[in-house]
């Protein structure tokens, strides 16, 4: 996942509406959002190539996200990010308990964010700082940097998030979602990757020539706790490939 914006226990927009989308290289083989055989009332999308997910929430309303951290410097680790969403969503372990797992084990994997908890009750958790933080109220953004860094695509897509003022459609999302406008010259992050490729990475969907936004998603928990949770992928030159939308009820399992 590289960007994320969230209203979380905000007026009329319920427990958590959240938008995001994931960027990956096209050639890194992915499963679209579906439920999980082996965990059958758990939802999210599946990385082909090293196992676990970007994104997976479950009937008891555990949920999970993860970012990587950018700083220029090659992200080679033992282990895939994609394990930890996996293994918090389809565990047992209260937060705190997960956080000191975390902290005992995150230099196995290349640095991240990682957004977790019940859906009523977040939390953050940043590798470089091995530092856990319950999520505060309001509208929040992660991307490639820590929650609420204002990189220029975040501040754009909290905008978004912001006028809708009530849930968004589907098509509201995706129309967010899909802004391909990059940044100015005095807008850019310095992550050491160079100004030109500072630029390609700036705009909220990315379209590289062998990286880019391959997936958009719009998950919605109303105040009850029932979540749905839609996703619509992209392939090359931000074709549209499939269009997804689940729906689980507060303790439900499938």
């Known amino acids: 996942m590289c960007i994320i914006a969230f209203a979380y226990k905000t007026p009329g ?21 579906d439920w999980w055989p082996e965990y059958p009332h758990t939802l999210g999308g599946r990385d082909l190539q090293s196992g676990g997910s970007w994104m997976m929430v479950d009937g008891r309303n555990r949920f999970a996200a993860v970012t990587n951290f ?4 090659p992200a080679k680790a033992e282990r895939s990010r994609g394990e930890l969403v996996e293994r918090f969503v389809v565990g047992d372990d209260d937060p705190f308990t997960f956080a000191d797992w975390l902290r005992a084990e995150h230099h ?19 590798s470089r700082t091995a530092q856990i933080a319950r999520v505060t109220p309001g509208v929040h953004t992660l991307s490639n940097a820590t929650l609420d860094t204002p990189w220029f695509k975040s501040q754009r897509l909290a905008e978004y998030l ?19 406008t990059p ?22 969907f ?10 958009s998603m719009l998950l919605t928990v109303s105040s009850r706790g029932d979540i749905q949770f ?17 729906n689980l009820r507060a303790g439900q399992a499938r």
Do not use: C
């Open 13 to 33: 927009m319920g427990q958590l509406v959240l938008l995001a989308n994931r960027d990956e290289y096209y050639a890194r083989p992915a499963a679209p959002l």
């Open 70 to 73: 950018r700083d220029g410097f």
């Open 108 to 126: 196995r994997y290349a640095p991240f964010n990682l957004l977790f908890g019940h859906t009523s009750d977040l939390f953050f958790f940043h």
């Open 162 to 180: 912001r006028e809708f003022r009530r849930l968004p459609t589907e098509d509201q999302a995706y129309a967010a979602l899909s802004d391909p």
């Open 183 to 204: 940044a100015g010259p005095g807008q850019l992050p310095n992550t050491r990757i160079g100004l030109a490729l500072e630029k390609t990475l700036s705009p909220i």
């Open 206 to 215: 990315i379209q590289g020539r062998d990286y880019g936004t391959r997936a």
């Open 230 to 246: 839609s996703e619509l992928s992209w392939g090359l030159a931000g074709r549209e490939t499939d269009r997804r939308n689940y």
